[in-house]
């Protein structure tokens, strides 16, 4: 039996768009959109704003405040409504810390996919995807589609998905998001590349490339069940190299319109191992030139 054999079909039943109204939100809205429009999900849109008044505020200005970010939380509804025509949202706008209030939000919601943008940029030496995203995509246990930078400019038409990339290294955190890349491209009618990356082999170490070629595509082949190769027309490809860069290469060589990684949980500082599978996600997210769909393994 294939490993993918006994899954059910992925569906999104409730998708929550998180936004601070910043335009790598905005870039990220029409994806949330067209998910909820092809999956029939009930939609949330998430804002978590600072608190109006802190410890600092002197008590004479507290009342209009209070009333000035009333005002603006009002003009942030309208502004979601308009953008979300037809799927009618349901609005949250909260105040306080963002991740208590996203996870009672995830909680009580039963949210099984979260949207947002990310201000991703790149240094010679590292990559940050900003707070906010940082932690969104280091806590939470169900899957997230990041929008990043470059993800925008190049959509034909945000959430259409004819060509989609999976992938993986094989580990179960990793394989976790199989499930994911093959529902959605049986779902969307799409071709699926899957990927394997071969780490370059270390000074002294004798490589049978062939050998690691032909069982990569073999384990990748397990991932796909039979039924399903004959709707998303999967292609397996195996390259050499720094995993984060050749995944970014490929994307681009296949023109995908969505790459899906499956990721576990990290330990430790944010970015101090870019080994980890996290951090090879984050640098995806940060270049790609479409949107990044990650599952926590």
Sequence with gaps: MKASDNRTR????????????????????????????????????????????????????WIGLEEAAKTEDEQHRRELVSAFTG???????KEGDLWSNLAAVLEEDDIDLIVMGTRGRSGARKFVLGSAAEEILRQVSCPVLTVGPNASASAKRPGELSRILFATDFSPGSNAAAPYAVSLAQECQAYLTLLHVIE???????????????SSARLMRNLVPAEAELSCVPEYVVEQGVAADKILEVA???????????????????????HLPIAIAHKVVSHAECPVLTVRG
């Design 10 to 61: 992925t569906q999104f039943k409730s998708i929550l768009f998180a936004t601070d109204f910043s335009p790598a939100a905005s870039a990220a809205l029409p994806f949330a959109a067209e998910l909820a429009r092809r999956f029939g999900a009930k939609m949330y849109a998430l804002h978590v704003r600072p608190p109006a008044v802190n410890p600092m505020t002197p008590p004479v200005s």
């Design 87 to 93: 799927i009618h949202p349901e609005i949250i706008i």
């Design 200 to 214: 370059e082999p270390k000074a002294g170490e004798l490589v049978r490339a062939e050998e690691l070629i032909s």
């Design 252 to 274: 681009l060589r296949c023109r995908a319109e969505l790459i899906v990684l499956g990721i576990r949980r990290p330990s430790g500082v944010p970015g101090a191992a870019t």
